[in-house]
C-alpha cells in the first residue's frame, strides 16, 4: 500500500514539473513590409497567445508613429510643419526618444549615422522601383536638404524643431532596432525571460531555451540570400543586425549601388560587404551597421570599441570574400553540425 502511495506521488509530481516546464511559442506576422517574429518560452499556452497579440499591437502603434510612408505618421506631419517655424513642438515620448538616441548616434559616429537623409532615400527608392537613374542636379537638391543639426531637441519639454525647411527624416536605420527593443522590454515586464525578437533580421534575445546556454543565430554572406556562414552567432542576451547591399540595391554604369546612402555624397555605397554587429542594445546594433558600413575600417573598431560592441564584415572582393572583424567578435561564433538547432 505504502509503496502504491508513494509510485502515485511521484506519478503526481512527474506531471506537475512536465506540465510547469516553460514551452516554446512562435508567432509571426507581417509588419513594415516583412515577417515579425517573436519566440517566447512559458507554462501557459492562453498567456503566451495574450502577450504576442499585445506585443504585435505594440509594434503596429510604434510603427505608425515611425514610418515615412504614410503622410499622416507624425514624424512626417512633424517634418512637414516643424520648418515653418522656429518654434518647438511637442512630440509623443516614442518618437521623442527615438529622436534623441538618432541624435547622439550621429554625434557619436561623426555625421555616419543620419537620419535627416529622408529626401535622398525617397529619391533612390523610387530609382530602384521606377529603374531610373536619377540626374546628378536631383541627387544634388536632395543632398542640400539634409542636416541633422538643425534637428534641435528639449529633453525638458520633450519638444523639438527643424531649423530648415524641405528636410525629411527618416528612421529606417534605426526603428527595427528600436522597435524590438520596445516588445522585448513589454515581454521581461510580463515575466517572460527567454525570448526571441527578429525584425525583419534584427534580432534580439534573452536568456536561452531550455537545455541550452544561447541562442543560435545564422549570418547571410553578402552575395547569395540562402548561402550562409560555416560558423552561427550563440547569443544570450545581446542583440545581432546584419545590413548590406544582399536585397536593396541598383546597378548603373556596372556599378552596383547599395541602399545605404553615404550621407557626403547622397549616393549608395558600391563596396559589396555585408556588416554584422552584436551589442547588448538593440538600437545600438541596428544603426552601427550602418555607420561602420561607411567608416574606414580604423575608425570602425574604435567606434565599436567606444560602443562595447563587436562587428564582422564580409566583402567580396574579385569574387573573394574577405574578412575583417572586431577583436571580440570570435567570442560569440561557433560551430553547429546541424542547422536544425538555428533560431
Given at each position: 500500500?505504502?509503496?502504491?502511495?508513494?509510485?502515485?506521488?511521484?506519478?503526481?509530481?512527474?506531471a506537475y514539473?512536465?506540465?510547469?516546464?516553460p514551452k516554446?511559442?512562435?508567432?509571426?506576422?507581417?509588419?513594415?513590409?516583412?515577417?515579425?517574429?517573436?519566440?517566447?518560452?512559458?507554462?501557459?499556452?492562453?498567456?503566451?497567445?495574450?502577450?504576442?497579440?499585445?506585443?504585435?499591437?505594440?509594434?503596429?502603434?510604434?510603427?505608425?508613429?515611425?514610418?515615412?510612408?504614410?503622410?499622416?505618421?507624425?514624424?512626417?506631419?512633424?517634418?512637414?510643419?516643424?520648418?515653418?517655424?522656429?518654434?518647438?513642438?511637442?512630440?509623443?515620448?516614442?518618437?521623442?526618444?527615438i529622436l534623441?538616441?538618432?541624435?547622439?548616434?550621429?554625434?557619436?559616429?561623426?555625421?555616419?549615422?543620419?537620419?535627416?537623409?529622408?529626401?535622398?532615400?525617397?529619391?533612390?527608392?523610387?530609382?530602384?522601383?521606377?529603374?531610373?537613374?536619377?540626374?546628378?542636379?536631383?541627387?544634388?537638391?536632395?543632398?542640400?536638404?539634409?542636416?541633422?543639426?538643425?534637428?534641435?531637441?528639449?529633453?525638458?519639454?520633450?519638444?523639438?524643431?527643424?531649423?530648415?525647411?524641405?528636410?525629411?527624416?527618416?528612421?529606417?536605420?534605426?526603428?527595427?532596432?528600436?522597435?524590438?527593443?520596445?516588445?522585448?522590454?513589454?515581454?521581461?515586464?510580463?515575466?517572460?525571460?527567454?525570448?526571441?525578437?527578429?525584425?525583419?533580421?534584427?534580432?534580439?534575445?534573452?536568456?536561452?531555451?531550455?537545455?541550452?546556454?544561447?541562442?543560435?543565430?545564422?549570418?547571410?554572406?553578402?552575395?547569395?540570400?540562402?548561402?550562409?556562414?560555416?560558423?552561427?552567432?550563440?547569443?544570450?542576451?545581446?542583440?545581432?543586425?546584419?545590413?548590406?547591399?544582399?536585397?536593396?540595391?541598383?546597378?548603373?554604369?556596372?556599378?552596383?549601388?547599395?541602399?545605404?546612402?553615404?550621407?557626403?555624397?547622397?549616393?549608395?555605397?558600391?563596396?559589396?560587404?555585408?556588416?554584422?554587429?552584436?551589442?547588448?542594445?538593440?538600437?545600438?546594433?541596428?544603426?552601427?551597421?550602418?555607420?561602420?558600413?561607411?567608416?574606414?575600417?580604423?575608425?570602425?573598431?574604435?567606434?565599436?570599441?567606444?560602443?562595447?560592441?563587436?562587428?564582422?564584415?564580409?566583402?567580396?572582393?574579385?569574387?573573394?570574400?574577405?574578412?575583417?572583424?572586431?577583436?571580440?567578435?570570435?567570442?560569440?561564433?561557433?560551430?553547429?553540425?546541424?542547422?536544425?538547432?538555428?533560431?
Amino acid at each position: 500500500m505504502i509503496q502504491k502511495l508513494i509510485f502515485s506521488l511521484l506519478l503526481l509530481i512527474a506531471a506537475y514539473y512536465s506540465y510547469a516546464q516553460p514551452k516554446r511559442f512562435e508567432y509571426v506576422e507581417n509588419k513594415m513590409a516583412s515577417p515579425f517574429t517573436i519566440i517566447l518560452y512559458h507554462e501557459d499556452s492562453s498567456t503566451a497567445n495574450r502577450l504576442a497579440r499585445e506585443s504585435f499591437l505594440l509594434v503596429d502603434s510604434l510603427a505608425a508613429i515611425f514610418t515615412d510612408y504614410d503622410e499622416n505618421s507624425e514624424l512626417n506631419r512633424f517634418c512637414a510643419t516643424a520648418s515653418n517655424t522656429a518654434m518647438y513642438r511637442p512630440l509623443s515620448p516614442a518618437l521623442f526618444d527615438i529622436l534623441l538616441r538618432s541624435k547622439r548616434a550621429w554625434q557619436v559616429s561623426k555625421g555616419s549615422f543620419d537620419i535627416s537623409l529622408g529626401g535622398l532615400t525617397k529619391l533612390w527608392r523610387m530609382a530602384r522601383k521606377t529603374d531610373q537613374w536619377p540626374s546628378p542636379d536631383s541627387v544634388a537638391a536632395a543632398l542640400n536638404q539634409t542636416g541633422m543639426k538643425y534637428l534641435q531637441l528639449d529633453p525638458r519639454t520633450q519638444s523639438a524643431r527643424l531649423l530648415k525647411p524641405g528636410i525629411q527624416l527618416d528612421l529606417g536605420g534605426i526603428a527595427q532596432g528600436y522597435i524590438g527593443d520596445q516588445v522585448m522590454r513589454f515581454l521581461q515586464s510580463q515575466g517572460i525571460t527567454t525570448a526571441l525578437i527578429d525584425v525583419s533580421g534584427d534580432i534580439t534575445v534573452r536568456g536561452h531555451p531550455p537545455g541550452k546556454s544561447g541562442w543560435v543565430v545564422a549570418i547571410n554572406t553578402p552575395h547569395h540570400e540562402e548561402e550562409w556562414l560555416h560558423d552561427h552567432l550563440y547569443l544570450q542576451d545581446h542583440s545581432v543586425t546584419s545590413s548590406g547591399d544582399l536585397y536593396q540595391y541598383m546597378e548603373h554604369e556596372g556599378k552596383r549601388y547599395s541602399h545605404i546612402i553615404n550621407p557626403k555624397t547622397g549616393y549608395g555605397l558600391t563596396a559589396r560587404k555585408s556588416v554584422t554587429v552584436v551589442a547588448k542594445d538593440p538600437v545600438v546594433a541596428d544603426w552601427l551597421t550602418k555607420a561602420i558600413s561607411i567608416l574606414p575600417l580604423k575608425k570602425a573598431r574604435k567606434l565599436a570599441k567606444k560602443l562595447d560592441a563587436e562587428f564582422l564584415i564580409a566583402e567580396l572582393e574579385m569574387d573573394e570574400l574577405k574578412f575583417h572583424h572586431s577583436k571580440g567578435f570570435a567570442n560569440f561564433m561557433k560551430t553547429f553540425a546541424s542547422k536544425e538547432e538555428v533560431h
